[in-house]
């Protein structure tokens, strides 16, 4: 899923969502892939994810949001 929301590939996106994967799945940093998906700037695959419930306030480790990934926003804790 991580690979799909970094590369854009909206319409992998859309089989793995239909197959019933957890669209808000986390990896250890605790990113989501709309945080993935915002990072690199695949604005199909993030307007799918929101579509289908991904949680545009959510926070990883770091305390950023998917925002603050697509804005280049550097947090230091």
């Known amino acids: 899923m991580s690979v799909a929301a970094t590369t854009g590939q ?18 250890p940093q605790g ?4 945080h993935h998906a915002a990072r690199y700037g695949h604005v199909s695959t993030v ?3 929101l579509e289908n419930g991904a949680q545009a ?11 603050h990934l697509a804005t280049g926003v ?3 804790d």
């Open 10 to 27: 909206s319409s992998l996106m859309q089989w793995i969502l239909q197959s019933g994967v957890p669209v808000e799945t986390k990896d």
């Open 57 to 67: 306030n959510e926070r990883d480790d770091k305390g950023q949001t998917a925002l």
């Open 31 to 34: 990113q989501t892939v709309l």
């Open 47 to 49: 307007q799918l994810l």
């Open 74 to 76: 550097n947090m230091s």
